[in-house]
T-cell receptor, first 114, second 112 residues
Framework: KAGVTQTPRYLIKTRGQQVTLSCSPI?????VSWYQQTPGQGLQFLFE???????NKGNFPGRFSGRQFSNSRSEMNVSTLELGDSALYLC?????????????FGSGTRLTVV | GENVEQHPSTLSVQEGDSAVIKCTYS??????FPWYKQELGKGPQLIID?????GEKKDQRIAVTLNKTAKHFSLHITETQPEDSAVYFC???????????FGGGTRVLVKP
């Protein structure tokens, strides 16, 4: 079966711009979580969506937002980009309601802010 | 909140030898502990997990042990092969199932 698909794979943006990343979960998975991965901070939880509702949120500023559609596809948006937002953004889908249980990660979107 | 520490940060082993990665966690109520393997250019892949009511779990060449009293868990890879070279992450899920906290990662290099 198809895995978790993230688009685009690579993105270069300028400071102050905004960006939207997309994640298509495994068919039948209703939970989608987003993580930011950087060399210095490791994997940090952004937020989790389940059935179009944000269920959990990490400690990121309000510039980071997300949403989930009725087909479980999810998008995350970062507004007013800063250099420090350069990172690999990963999404993970899960068949169950519990965050972290049975995660399947996508290959990520590498965002570079210049 | 939960804090997960992972050691070592890098590990170099000879092909055929064993590799052990250790993690400690701070929240005694955490009850689910997965391990992920991340290869270059890919997302983390779940390789094994253990729940707090189990002390050890094996899957072919990999095993995970959990010591709830000491709040630490370990990944053991036996008969290492070059394809085991990757970054490995441990994680702990809080009791409410609200947050999965990752360790800092261990870069494993298996030398042929």
């Amino acid at each position: 079966k198809a895995g978790v698909t993230q688009t685009p794979r690579y993105l270069i943006k300028t400071r102050g711009q905004q960006v939207t990343l997309s994640c298509s979960p495994i068919s039948g998975h209703r939970s989608v979580s987003w993580y930011q991965q950087t060399p210095g901070q490791g994997l940090q939880f952004l937020f989790e969506y389940f059935s179009e509702t944000q269920r959990n949120k990490g400690n990121f500023p309000g510039r980071f937002s997300g949403r989930q559609f009725s087909n479980s596809r999810s998008e995350m948006n970062v507004s007013t980009l800063e250099l420090g937002d350069s990172a690999l953004y990963l999404c993970a889908s899960s068949p169950t309601g519990g965050q972290g249980i049975g995660y399947t990660f996508g290959s990520g979107t590498r965002l570079t802010v210049v | 909140g939960e804090n997960v520490e992972q050691h070592p940060s890098t590990l170099s082993v000879q092909e055929g030898d064993s590799a052990v990665i250790k993690c400690t966690y701070s929240d005694s109520a955490s009850n689910y502990f997965p391990w992920y393997k991340q290869e270059l250019g890919k997302g983390p892949q779940l390789i094994i997990d253990i729940r707090s009511n189990v002390g050890e779990k094996k899957d072919q060449r990999i095993a995970v042990t959990l010591n709830k009293t000491a709040k630490h868990f370990s990944l053991h890879i036996t008969e290492t092969q070059p394809e085991d070279s990757a970054v490995y992450f441990c994680a702990a899920l809080d009791a409410a199932g609200n947050k999965l906290t990752f360790g800092g990662g261990t870069r494993v290099l298996v030398k042929p």
